[in-house]
């Protein structure tokens, strides 16, 4: 475009009708951006400014202070007094820029003799000015070593200054507190970057300590940042020996009161590891020893130990972090309890009035409880002898108890109201778990008469135990609390002894078994009729879930406590459980109509052979007899036939002539140990004899057979208690109790760590106890592990393969889960039936009638009306002529499977007879009362029952 000669510019006319509006809000926009870079230029110039400003003042500062280190270097070649020098060096000294200056300054001082002859003469040090400018030197020394650079002067010079030898006694005292701040900083730089000087670090540092003031360099050394370079082999050397850990320190660091929460988990290990190290038999005073114990349990509670938590049947499962620690952590497990440090600690006077001594007992018992944490099942038994047996220290924990332990529930039901996850497991806890454990450890070899005595708690104190420790474990089962490790522990303590306390009370009732039993749980009868076998038998993952999912599900409450805890559940309402699941459990096999052929003459033997095939047991099967004859004897198997052939396979299999069982001395059955010696196939045929008894069970079939109750134990997955040794071998009981007196004197005995194996029929071959026992002599320290061991050997090793071959049979009929919510005394009645006498009133209730009669017919009353004048004897062998066994069902005559039923049998000519297979009683027609009663008795008292059909 060119220029037309009009220098005005052309109005725009827009025809888009844009409204006035739009160029107002265009106006305003472009004002404020206008205003903004304003604004923004004159921040930048006032920043320029001040930048400006900060640079001259810092390069004028930067020209005095060169200028002034001139002037010292200057200074350090013409003057020679060192108050000028001195003050011209505080004057500009920075660590960071002037590390090297000073260091040159202390060379000079060393290399012309000053420091030696000048700085620390008596006459110098007298003057508190001189003292005031080197202690004012050393701190410089300390920033300047901070640097991380090589000024080998300033170390030369600390170490002199810091040598207690240097000083006049009087004065040192006034060292540390002033100096200690970078003191240890300093050693660890130097014996990080230099292990030549480590030898005389260390022994200034143990100068240190060995004064009063050095609780707070032992404070200092447990600082975190102090521990973080515990790893480094040389400051662990150079520092951490026994000097340092022993008293006066551990005092003192206990009167400070206080240590660092944040202490990481490498340097806890090494403090730990380091402590374990410490001769505990010299340290005397009881001051000294609650501040071991204190820095002992603390230590523990911090290190990176692995958890071993127990299962139900005794495995060891490690909870580890996953990190990898040094190798010398390895050690732990033995170090923690090693004998020495549990003897010693356990040796030491204890006074309930010594405010000291009440304290030691305190972190003597939280230390061993959060050890035992860390130890597995084999150790943990061994320490457990050794705190157990030691009625002192068993008293000590008692007495911390008592006091906590009506807080034990509260303290629980507080954690669980905390929103967090975490929460500090208190001292009631702790003691629990550390008493479960020792109590129910005592209770393995605890005759009933010392028990009964109160030694070491009296009854009253047993019942409060058990009341209180039943309401935690409930809790701890059915509450909705997370549990951490420790937590985990207790519960399984606390089972383990409520179990053992049970069992204790079945033999001596010294409490009412209501004492057991929880109400915090309802137990409906249609509830618990509502329990399927998986839901026993899920594992504890999948019983959590299905208790997260029902908030506040009253059944998972009881599946619960039926696995874990079924003491608190009434036995009524557990064995309607039981009968319940074995009637769905029989429903669920699978029915192969297996037939297989016995002869009646050997029924055992052709039992035993058809139903293993190929190792395994046939589960379902049909029978037929074949007679003396050879003949196949008439009728088919609607289940009568089965429970004859399974009661007289019973019969045989358990008379101790056939060579698997034995007799007690009281008469009950346990396997013979030597059956391994008398038979090639022992372990199956233990096997088929528990597959018999599972068998019975599910068919609900009582057995008039009456098994050790050590047996039973261990069919439950438990240990048997040495108590029940006496009806084993009443003679060695005697002798053991007799051994553990500590009147006796073991030395004279000359006994070794040996036992005889009755598994060889001579029972003349001697067997060690423990590894190397024919070489360990019983002495009065480890009497009590003997007694322990050899009562095991006895009760559990000579008859743990049969044991385990009988629970293998046993539980491919019933689940193991259904039969451990019994203890052994109910477990018998599970095989027999009960003891107590039979109900008369219950058995008419539920008697079936077969046609002509019935409960009007007139033969019926009139035998009713002769068997209510029988004895309970005579009432015994009626129901042993028509079920063989003389006890009464668990739940009353309505749960026997069949019912007993009443047959007519003929005229009076004849005797009463019985079909026990069936529970059937055959009954002749009598004309009078005398006949009726005088054959009946004649019949039961025979001892035979189908064989009289």
Known sequence: MFFDGDHRKKREISLRGVGRQTDRDDLLRQAQEARQQRELLRKQNAAATVIEHAVRHFLGRLHIHHAAVQEFEKQLLTCSDDAVLQDTLFHFFQSSRDAAVLDAYLRQAFEQGRMTSTWFSPAALAQPMWRARLQRLARLSLQSASSKRQLPFCDKFLLLFCNMNSWPAQLQPT??????????????????????????????????????????????LLSSAWCTEMANPTVRKALFTDTVLKTPVLTMLHSAGRLPSAISKLAAGWLLYHLLQVPVQDIKSSVDMKAYLWLLEYSVSQ???????????????????????????????????????????????????????????????????????????????????????????????????????????????DMASTSNTSYAITDAVIFAQLFADCYGHVLIIQSDEEFSQGVPLSIAEVVDVISTFKDVAVYLYVSRLVLSNELITLRASLSKLLAKLFERNTSLRFCQLETFTSQEVPMEDALLQSIYPNDLDNDDDEEQKSAEAGPGSQLSKIIGLLRH????????????????????????????????????????????????????????????????????????????????????????????????????????????????????????????????????MMLSMLMDIQFARFFLTKILGQHPLLHELQSLDPELYRNLLMLRDEAMDVSSLDLVFTVADERFPDGNQVVPLVP??????????????????????????????????????????????????????????????????????????????????????????????????????????????????????LLGFKYLNPQIGIACAGFEDRLPTAGTCFNLLKLPFYSDRETMRQRLLYAIRSGAGFDLS
């Open 772 to 889: 190397g026992g024919q070489d360990l002599q019983v002495t009065q320290a480890n009497k009590m592990t003997y007694i322990y061991h050899t009562a095991n050997f006895r009760l559990n090793v000579q008859i743990h393969q049969a044991c385990q071959a009988f629970k293998r049979g046993l539980f491919a009929v019933i689940s193991p889960t259904w039969i451990r919510m019994f203890d052994a005394a109910e477990l018998q009645m599970l095989f027999s039936g009960t003891s107590e006498d039979v109900d008369l009133d219950d058995l008419q209730r539920n008697v079936v009638y077969q046609p002509p009669y019935d409960e009007n017919h007139e033969n019926i009353q009139l035998f009713w009306s002769v068997v209510r004048e029988f004895d309970q004897e005579d009432v015994k062998n009626l129901v042993r002529f028509i079920t063989s066994s003389p006890r009464a069902p």
């Open 303 to 413: 290190a990176p130990l692995h958890v071993v938590l127990l299962d139900d049947d005794g495995d060891d499962t490690e909870m580890g972090d996953g990190q990898h620690y040094p190798d010398a952590f390895d050690e732990f497990p033995k170090l923690l309890c090693h004998p020495n440090l549990v003897s010693s600690v356990l040796a030491l006077p204890f006074s309930y009035d010594d405010p000291n001594s009440r304290r030691s007992n305190l972190y003597l018992c939280r230390y061993f409880s959060r050890a035992m944490l860390y130890l597995d099942s084999a150790l943990r038994v061994s320490v457990l002898s050794q705190l157990s047996y030691n009625s002192l220290f068993l008293g000590r924990l008692w007495f911390c108890l008592k006091e906590h332990l009506p807080a034990l529930l509260q303290d629980l039901r």
């Open 175 to 220: 060292l540390l507190p002033k100096l200690l701040p970078n003191f240890l900083e300093w050693c660890v730089s130097v014996l990080t970057a230099d292990g030549s000087l480590a030898e005389t670090v260390s022994a200034i540092v143990h100068q240190w300590l060995a004064k009063a003031e050095g609780a707070v360099v032992a404070l200092q």
């Open 565 to 696: 805890l079924p003491i608190v559940v009434p036995f009524e309402k557990r064995a309607l459980v039981f009968r319940h699941l074995v009637q769905i459990g029989d429903a669920m096999v699978p029915h192969m109509n297996k037939l297989i052929e016995v002869r009646r003459d050997h029924m055992f033997e052709d039992c035993y052979r058809q139903l293993f095939v190929q190792g395994r047991l046939l589960k379902d099967f049909r029978v037929s007899i074949i007679n003396e004859f050879g003949e196949l004897e008439a009728g088919l198997d609607g289940g009568g036939l089965m429970r004859e052939v399974l009661l007289n396979c019973a019969r045989t299999a358990f008379d101790p002539s056939n060579g698997l069982f034995k007799y007690t001395a009281q008469n009950t059955l346990y396997p013979d140990p030597s059956a391994y010696m008398k038979f090639a196939d022992f372990a199956t045929r233990f096997e088929f004899l528990g597959f018999l008894m599972g068998k019975c």
